[in-house]
């Protein structure tokens, strides 16, 4: 069965690099940026070619810390993924110089049965010291965290992040395809506690999709939204947006930001997540319903009048949460959780 191909993501203009904070803001919805980090050094590195871009990042190697490499072998077809029973994955990683790293991608680039290679995630300030510095792109957000990823051609499962993402391609081709968060049940999600990187990710083959056995990934593509990135692209990905990503060409960089809106002190939705699956899940229809209620109140439907009818100073955990109080309300659930309290 043909499926639908993916709506392009909205594009927008950004004339002067000073409004990405204010736009940043603003969007709620999936946006690409053609050019925004094109007038990157690494950016005009690569557009030189592949090797002058390894050669711009091996200048801020300082060589003292290996980065965690993903290799697979040629058969996956850059597809980063689990083994066929999901009891384990089809790559390994190890601990290598990112100079080996950039110098083998380099090694492999016309070699059509190169195996996968591919470094994600790596904090910028960490491992390439004064690199953001040089490629800078003023978001007008507190602390956003900076990571480059590094590869050759790869299929990273759909996933979502909890927190807003920016991501910046500086050297050869990325395809992203994007989902709703609503899309989760026609996406089919894979463990949550079980993940090749930290994130749970679609079942989904996209190059081959397998319809007998995911049938709802039909609706999911009704809703895809998708585009081609160039070197200097950025594309603004939403919290918990599903997304699809792919390395299209044998040397590829990308570099993301990711930003939560709430203070940094605050917990991760995830955990609580996890909790409400230990907790809450496997009640009866009518007390989960009932749960449901409290937490349509006290959560997702909370205003300021939640509490009104309590005296500030008695209002406890429904009260304004700052760090120290999120600090003594973590301890009293390490608490409750170590007792097994079921109250």
């Known amino acids: ?90 790559f390994r990683r190890e601990q290598v110089p990112l100079r080996v790293v950039l110098d083998t991608l380099i090694k492999y680039r016309g070699d059509p049965h190169a195996p996968t290679i591919y470094v994600a995630s ?17 978001l007008g957000q507190a602390d956003p965290l900076a990571s480059i990823w590094i590869g050759n051609r790869s299929r990273i499962a759909a996933h979502h992040d ?36 930290g994130q749970a990710i679609s079942l989904v083959d996209f190059a081959a999709p397998d319809l007998q056995r995911f049938p709802r990934f039909e609706q999911a593509m009704e809703h ?10 950025a594309v603004f990905i939403p919290a918990l947006w599903w997304h699809h990503m792919e390395g299209l060409e044998a040397f590829n960089v990308l570099v993301n930001y990711w930003w939560r809106p709430v203070e940094a002190w605050r917990d991760a939705p995830m955990n609580a997540l996890m909790l409400a699956l230990l907790a809450v899940r496997d009640l009866p229809a009518a007390q989960r319903a009932a749960w449901q209620a409290v937490f349509e109140h ?41 007792r097994g309290s079921n109250g």
């Open 1 to 90: 069965m043909h499926l639908p191909p993916p709506r392009p993501i909205e594009e927008v203009q950004l004339a002067d690099p000073a409004a990405l904070p204010a736009a940043l803001r603003s969007w709620t919805t999936p946006k690409v940026v053609r050019g925004l980090a094109a007038g990157w050094p690494l950016v005009r590195a690569a557009r030189q070619s592949d090797t002058a871009a390894a050669d711009y990042l091996k200048q801020f190697d300082h060589g003292s810390m290996p980065v965690t490499a993903t290799t697979a072998a040629p058969g996956t077809q850059g597809r980063v993924f689990y083994n066929e029973d999901l009891t384990g994955f089809n």
């Open 122 to 138: 790596t904090t910028l300030d960490t491992y390439l010291p004064g690199l953001q510095q040089a490629n800078p792109l003023p």
């Open 162 to 197: 909890a927190p807003d993402n920016l991501a910046c391609v500086a050297a050869g081709r990325r395809r992203v395809m994007l989902f709703p968060p609503a899309q989760i049940g026609n996406l089919y999600i894979g463990p949550l506690d079980f993940t090749p990187a």
């Open 224 to 233: 895809a939204q998708g585009a081609v990135l160039e070197p200097g692209d």
């Open 298 to 338: 006290y959560v997702f439907n909370a205003d300021d009048q939640v509490a009104a009818h309590v005296p500030a100073h008695a209002r406890g955990v429904l009260g304004e949460l700052d760090e120290s109080s999120a600090a003594r309300l973590r301890e009293v659930l390490r608490t409750r959780l170590s």
